[in-house]
C-alpha cells in the first residue's frame, strides 16, 4: 500500500510518497532531481542498517551517490556539526545545481537541510525519513536548524526540501522507545485538528505500532497530509502553523528540566506536554473533562507518558518548569503562547493565560 501527499507551495510544491517498501523506488523518484555527485547524509546507526540498500537502489538507477556519515544524536546537530558536513559537502564538488540527500531521523534531516540551505547560497535537498517522527512530522514542512548553546533549533532556516520518500518498513529496525516518541506526534495530529483520525488511532494505533502495513501507511500519510495541509496554508508559522506546537511549549520545558537526557526523550515530552495542554483547557472552562480523559487514556494504552510523574527520578517543580518556558522562543512579547483544545481535534492559539492556572496544572 502506497499514498503520495503533495506539498502545495506554488513553484516550491512536493511529494511525499508514503509506503512500505518505498525505498525501492527511491532510484527513480530520485533521478529526476539528481545531478553529478549525490551525497547521502546519515548517522553511522543507519550507516548500518538502511545505507547499502538505498546505495544500491541509487547507483543502479546511474545515480553517483556516496555517503557522509555523521555521529548520531543531537551532538551532530551543532556548528561543529555542520562545519564537518559542509567541508564533507565541499570536498565532493557538489554545485548549485546538485542534489543533498537525508537518510535518519529529524537530526539528520534537520542538519542536512541546513546545510543544503546555506551551501552555495542553497542547493536542493531531499529526505529519507527513518523515524516515526521524521516520518509524520520533522521531514515535511521545511523547518531545518542546528542547535546553539543557547538553546536547540535557534540557527535555522526555511528550506523546503524537492521530495520526501517515507518507507513505513524502515520502522521495524526502530527502538520500540523512539517508535512511541514518533507516535505521541501522531496522536497529535488528531488531538489538534481531527477528532475522527483520533478515532481511528484509538481503535487502529496498536496495529499501526505493530507495523501492519496498511495501518502504519495510512497512520503516516494521514499526519503528512494534515501537516502538508497547515504548512501549505502558514509556512512560516504566522499563524495556524503554530497548531503544530500542541503540547510542545510544556514538552520542551520538560526536556529542558531534564537535561535534555535520556530520562525524557522529545515525544514523550510532548505527550505528557498535550495532556497538561488538555487538563489546563478543562480548568480554564474550555474543554469538557471526558475529552481530557479520553486522551490520557489512549496515550496510557499505547505505551506512552502521560503525566508529569510518569517523568523518572525527581519530579521536576512548577517554578523550574514555568522559568523554562519562559526562555523558549515561542514567547511573544514576554506573555506565553499556549495551544488549548476546546474539545478533542479542536486545538487553538492563544496568549491569554493565567499563569496561576498554568503553575496549578504543573503542580498536580
Ligand atoms: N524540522 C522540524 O520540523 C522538526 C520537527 C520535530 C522535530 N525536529 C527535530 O527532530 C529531532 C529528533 O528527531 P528523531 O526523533 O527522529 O531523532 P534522531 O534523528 O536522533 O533519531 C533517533 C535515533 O534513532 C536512530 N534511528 C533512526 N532511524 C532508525 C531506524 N529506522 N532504525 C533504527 N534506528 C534508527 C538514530 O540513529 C538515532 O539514534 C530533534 O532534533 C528535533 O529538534 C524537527
Known amino acids: 500500500m502506497s499514498e503520495t ?30 545531478r553529478g555527485p549525490v551525497p547521502v547524509v546519515t548517522d553511522s546507526h543507519l550507516a548500518e542498517l538502511h545505507l547499502p540498500r538505498l546505495l544500491d537502489v541509487l547507483r543502479k538507477s546511474g545515480i553517483e551517490a556516496s555517503a557522509i556519515v555523521m555521529p548520531p544524536g543531537e551532538v551532530s546537530k551543532s556548528f561543529a556539526g555542520l562545519e564537518r558536513l559542509s567541508g564533507a559537502l565541499l570536498d565532493l564538488e557538489i554545485d548549485r545545481n546538485g542534489l543533498i540527500i537525508a537518510l535518519g531521523g529529524g537530526v539528520m534531516g534537520d542538519l542536512t537541510g541546513f546545510a543544503a540551505g546555506v551551501l552555495k547560497r542553497g542547493v536542493a535537498f531531499a529526505q529519507i525519513p527513518t523515524t516515526l517522527l521524521a516520518q509524520v512530522d520533522s521531514s515535511v514542512g521545511g523547518k531545518t536548524a542546528i542547535n546553539a548553546p543557547q538553546g536547540k533549533n535557534l540557527i535555522g532556516l526555511f528550506h523546503q526540501p524537492r521530495i520526501v520518500i517515507a518507507d513505513t518498513a524502515l520502522l521495524s529496525t526502530l527502538p520500540r522507545r523512539e517508535l512511541l516518541a514518533g507516535y505521541a506526534e501522531v496522536v497529535k495530529y488528531g488531538a489538534l485538528g481531527d477528532a475522527d483520525f483520533f478515532e481511528w488511532l484509538e481503535v487502529n494505533g496498536a496495529r499501526a505500532l505493530a507495523g501492519e502495513d496498511s495501518a502504519i501507511v495510512k497512520a503516516v500519510a494521514h499526519s503528512c497530509r494534515m501537516k502538508a495541509d497547515i504548512v501549505a496554508r502558514d509556512e512560516r508559522e504566522t499563524g495556524d502553523r503554530a497548531l503544530l506546537n500542541l503540547g510542545h511549549t510544556f514538552g520542551h520545558a520538560l526536556e529542558a528540566a531534564c537535561g535534555y537526557s535520556d530520562r525524557l526523550i522529545h515525544g514523550e515530552g510532548v505527550a505528557i506536554g498535550m495532556a497538561l495542554a488538555f487538563q489546563l483547557s478543562v480548568k480554564l472552562g474550555l474543554c469538557p473533562g471526558q475529552d481530557a480523559e479520553r486522551f490520557v487514556r489512549h496515550l496510557k494504552a499505547v505505551g506512552l507518558p502521560a503525566s508529569i510523574s510518569d517523568v523518572p527520578g525527581a519530579r521536576p517543580g512548577a517554578v523550574e518548569l514555568i522559568r523554562h518556558m519562559a526562555h523558549d522562543k515561542k514567547v511573544t512579547d514576554g506573555k506565553l503562547t499556549f495551544i488549548l483544545l476546546r474539545g478533542l481535534g479542536r486545538a487553538f492559539v492563544t496568549r491569554d493565560v493565567p499563569l496561576d492556572a498554568v503553575r496549578d496544572v504543573l503542580s498536580t
Open 5 to 34: 501527499i503533495t506539498v502545495g507551495l506554488g513553484d516550491r510544491a512536493y511529494d511525499i510518497h508514503v509506503g512500505g517498501g518505498m525505498l525501492a523506488r527511491a532510484g527513480e523518484l530520485l533521478k529526476p532531481f539528481a
